[in-house]
């Protein structure tokens, strides 16, 4: 064992914890590639994946969804985890970005994004119905519509590595 100063650890744990917010996009998008590639043929062994990896097929497709919904470059470089556009992906990529973005400027957690978000289309639905019956904004794709013909909207229930906390290097 080597004698590491606390710069290295720190480099190294920040290293490990950019692959861990990075899985679930890597996942996503490979998974989605897979299914462009192959087609109907594609969810068999996408399906039979997710057992292998001790994902269940909801989270894995949840995975595709939210990587379909938000393409590489509204990411945002990543500055928020994965979760935090999890919560924003009804509300379709550009809106949605939006939200991730005010979050940072605002400091809230992925729960607060999402007390705000309901709060939001509470009101949208208040003033005029602007959300469909699906809970998606008009003219958002749909899971189905996209390249998932999973569930569209996923559990509400907090999903692991969803309470990451911002890594005090990054400030």
């Keep these: 064992m080597s004698n590491w100063s606390v710069q290295e650890f720190l480099q190294k744990a920040q290293t ?38 001790g994902i269940s097929r909801d989270v894995l497709r949840d995975w595709m969804r939210v990587a379909d919904v938000f393409e590489g470059s509204d990411r945002l470089g990543y500055a928020k985890s994965f979760w935090y556009f999890r919560e924003v ?47 998606l904004l008009r003219g958002t794709k749909t899971a189905s519509q996209s390249r998932n013909p999973g569930k569209e909207v996923a559990s509400e229930k907090a999903l692991p590595g969803s309470d990451v906390k911002e890594m005090p290097w990054n400030s």
């Design 16 to 53: 490990l914890c950019h692959a861990y917010l990075m899985l679930p996009w890597m996942i996503g998008d490979l998974c989605n590639e897979f299914a462009d590639v192959r087609g109907e043929e594609a969810w068999q062994y996408i399906d039979d994946i997710s057992g292998h990896m």
């Design 89 to 135: 992906t009804s509300l379709g990529a550009p809106e949605g970005v939006k939200w991730v973005k005010r979050s940072i400027k605002e400091k809230w957690s992925y729960l607060e994004l999402r007390k705000q978000v309901q709060a939001h289309k509470h009101n949208l639905t208040s003033s005029g119905g602007a959300i469909t019956s699906s809970g």
